[in-house]
């Protein structure tokens, strides 16, 4: 767990250490860890820092060759969230990162975690 000097993103990482260590899910093998997990990580970070800011990948005509010129310059559109209620499943489910593959540029989901299906992630 990486996070710098970022001190909410720390909270974020530290939240899931407890989840771990009170044996709601076990990190190394992903068994038991989902959505809710991260509904109360990204909760303890806005907590700390007052919002949450993120890229959606569910921006229309990510294909469109202005949405790729933007991308491609580093441009993502941001989501802002201003209040803590607004931190649930569906917004989880709606994180997305800066993607480039065969010169295509984009933004991608987040969540599931590789090797954990959306079925068990969103089950949780």
């Known amino acids: 767990m990486f996070v710098g000097s970022d001190t909410g993103l720390t909270l ?74 607004s931190i649930n499943s569906k917004m989880i489910n709606d994180v997305g990162v800066p993607h480039q593959a065969r010169g295509f540029y984009g933004i991608i989901p987040l969540y599931p975690p590789e090797g954990i299906t959306e079925t068990q992630f969103n089950s949780n």
């Open 12 to 85: 974020h990482e530290v939240r899931h250490g407890g989840q771990n260590a009170r044996g709601e899910y076990n990190i190394s093998t992903g068994q038991g860890y989902g959505v809710n997990d991260e509904v109360d990580a990204y909760k303890a970070q806005y907590s700390y820092d007052g919002k949450f800011i993120y890229n959606s990948h569910n921006i229309k005509d990510q294909g469109n060759p202005l949405n790729q010129n933007l991308f491609k310059n580093g441009i993502f559109p941001a989501t802002s969230i201003l209040n803590i209620s």
